[in-house]
């Protein structure tokens, strides 16, 4: 939790959804540009708000392919704050995300001397074979908190979590034993002048994550999108590109995505979605690329008519959205 004053320094951090108001001085390691990201709901943007203000952790749930992981890049980029990710796997531990330290190479480096170690030889001190992983990079900020996503945690062994407890709250430091400072002491980062915004998603692999963990986040489930949200997603990607005083919608037909097949396209894939017949469900991303696949390789008339019928096996361009066996043997291809 972040303190009284951090908390009003937090405050001025507000992501409103629109890449269009980033920050006219970002830092360097901000993103440099983004796919469009469609943020509208309300509740989302208020438990961003609440996250950046408490200085919690925002954990994010959902399906794979829902848009938590993007959603952190988004809010790095328009605040124009540092983002550092850090992807989780079966093998991570939590001071990966600390540091790294390269004890094989210094000991190679030391055993290349003759002679003795020569003054000013970097393999004297050891925190010259440190790595900093995300959260170590983000503690050691002057200027402005980061952004980091951790991403996926429930890939990790299941202790992972509450290991991280002791580093996403006060005082904001660790200690590196293997770096030993003149005093004896080891090297400590810290305490955080600006603590990050801590962005991390679930898509619940192991189950429910460990009580502890939870009570000190602020938590959000995000749902697939629906029908609008879905034609919001098109307008963001294939609209704004070509619009000048075109509205968004004008600008998407400019490009050939005509209205019609995006609603043909949307009607189509949500019931499939909704058909629970599928072992893996497409996500938005493969969603866009289907649609323009249609668009640029398919008769958009035709396909309009086909993708309406009812209880049609038929799947144009299904390689870009079906990805297991079982669930590509329940259609067969469709001419475009």
């Known amino acids: 939790m972040a ?11 507000q992501f409103t959804g629109n890449p269009a ?46 848009g938590k992981t993007r959603l952190a890049e988004a809010i790095a980029y328009e605040l124009g704050l540092p983002f550092y990710r850090w992807d989780i796997r079966s093998t991570s531990l939590a001071k990966e995300g600390l540091y790294e330290y390269d004890a094989l190479l210094r000991l ?33 900020l002057t200027d402005s908190p980061a952004v980091v996503l951790i991403d996926e945690i429930d890939k ?45 998603t679930s898509n619940r692999e192991k189950g429910a994550l460990p009580l502890p963990f939870l009570r000190r986040c602020i938590y ?11 034609q919001k997603i098109v307008e963001a990607h294939y609209g704004e590109a070509e619009a000048t005083q075109a509205t968004a919608t004008q600008a998407t037909e400019a490009k050939g995505f005509k209205q019609a097949l995006v609603d043909a396209a949307i009607d189509r894939f949500l019931k499939l979605r909704d058909s629970k017949a599928l072992f893996k469900s497409p996500a938005t991303s493969e969603f866009l690329d289907w649609l323009d696949a ?29 990805k297991v066996q079982k669930d590509w043997d329940l259609f067969s291809a469709m001419e475009s």
């Open 294 to 322: 249609m668009v640029e390789f398919g008769d958009g008339e035709r396909l309009v008519k086909l993708l309406g019928l009812e209880d049609d096996k038929r799947l144009p361009f299904r390689e870009v959205l079906l």
């Open 21 to 66: 108001a980033r920050s006219q001085t970002p830092h360097a390691d901000s993103p440099s540009e983004i796919d469009p990201y469609v943020v509208d709901d309300p509740e989302l943007k208020q438990a961003i708000a609440l996250a950046i203000y408490l200085g919690r952790p925002l954990l994010l749930e959902g399906e794979a392919g829902c």
């Open 220 to 230: 959000y489930y995000m749902k697939f999108p629906d029908r609008n949200g879905l």
């Open 108 to 140: 190679h480096d030391v055993q290349l001397k003759t002679g003795g170690v020569e003054s000013g030889d970097k393999s004297i001190n050891p925190a010259n074979y440190l790595r900093f992983g995300a959260l170590g990079k983000a503690f050691q």
């Open 156 to 200: 990790a062994d299941l202790d992972f979590p509450n290991d991280l407890l002791t580093v996403l709250d006060q005082p904001w430091s660790f200690e590196v034993p293997e770096a030993i400072q003149s005093d004896s002491k080891p090297l400590t980062i810290g305490p955080a002048l600006h603590p990050p915004i801590v962005i991390i």
């Open 3 to 13: 303190s009284l004053k951090q908390r009003k320094d937090r405050s001025k951090y």
